[in-house]
């Protein structure tokens, strides 16, 4: 072989030997392109994915605080509720206490008023037996030497018209039921007498002692004998 056609073969050798360094090199940063280019892209999907995530918990959170701004009113109205509440049963019991003192005071009041009225009546019932006593000591005092039986029995009679005439001003009414049916709830029987006849049965036979009732208040029963057929 020619030596010029072997260095033309060899010189050829080289330069494909190069072209194909530079394919080769080429590739590899292709292939290295390639790479970064899908690490920046495995990188943006994860950013854009963190992002979402991220606007995924803001969501979530501002739904808590609105859940707990709700929840927070909620409380603060039953607080003025229970303020209120408090309030009005304060007043009721401040209402109580003074109605309560106004009753006791107007209880003591009535009691007073009552004793007042009582012994009010009780002094004018004194103060008309008191002519009457006065009276019995002016008979008391008679000298029995210059008096008469006459006398004597005028006066009595005298205190005893004073006296009733007091106590019928003072509302008692005289409880005499001589000949009447027995009544066990105004009179008290004594003694019992044989009935002669069936009509006779339970009858009042004499009045013992008069009874005596104050507006209609039994004082005393009269005190009786009773008929009774046997």
Same mark, same amino acid.
């Given at each position: 072989m020619p030596r010029g056609a072997s260095l033309n073969e060899s010189r050829n050798d080289e330069t494909m030997s190069e072209s194909e360094s530079k394919t080769e090199e080429m590739e590899h940063?292709?292939?290295?392109? %390639?790479?970064?280019? /899908?690490? %920046?892209?495995?990188?943006? &999907? %994860?950013?854009?994915? #963190? !992002? /979402?995530? #991220? %606007?995924?918990?803001?969501? &979530?959170?501002?739904a808590l605080d609105e859940e707990l701004a709700a929840e927070r009113d909620v409380l603060s109205s039953a607080e003025a509720d229970l303020a209120a509440v408090r309030d009005e049963l304060g007043a009721l019991n401040d209402r109580h206490l003074r109605l309560a003192a106004e009753f006791n005071n107007y209880r003591r009041r009535v009691e007073q008023e009552r004793l007042e009225s009582w012994t009010r009546a009780q002094a004018e019932l004194v103060g008309k037996l008191l002519d009457a006593l006065d009276d019995l000591q002016r008979v008391a005092q008679l000298d029995l030497t210059n008096a008469t039986v006459e006398a004597? =029995? @005028? /006066?009595? !009679?005298?205190? @005893?018209?004073?006296? =009733?005439?007091?106590?019928?001003?003072?509302?008692?009414?005289?409880? &005499?039921?001589d000949g009447d049916r027995f009544n066990p709830e105004t009179m008290e029987a004594m003694m019992r007498v044989p009935a002669e006849s069936e009509e006779e049965d339970e009858q009042v036979d004499r009045v013992l002692q008069k009874g005596y009732a104050l507006k209609g208040q039994l004082v005393r029963p009269a005190r009786v004998s009773v008929r009774k057929k046997d």
């Open positions: 940063r292709e292939d290295v392109e %390639a790479a970064a280019d /899908g690490s %920046a892209g495995a990188e943006v &999907d %994860a950013g854009e994915e #963190a !992002d /979402g995530q #991220a %606007a995924g918990e803001g969501e &979530d959170i501002g004597i =029995m @005028e /006066g009595v !009679d005298l205190v @005893e018209r004073k006296f =009733m005439r007091a106590l019928e001003d003072s509302g008692v009414e005289v409880i &005499d039921p």
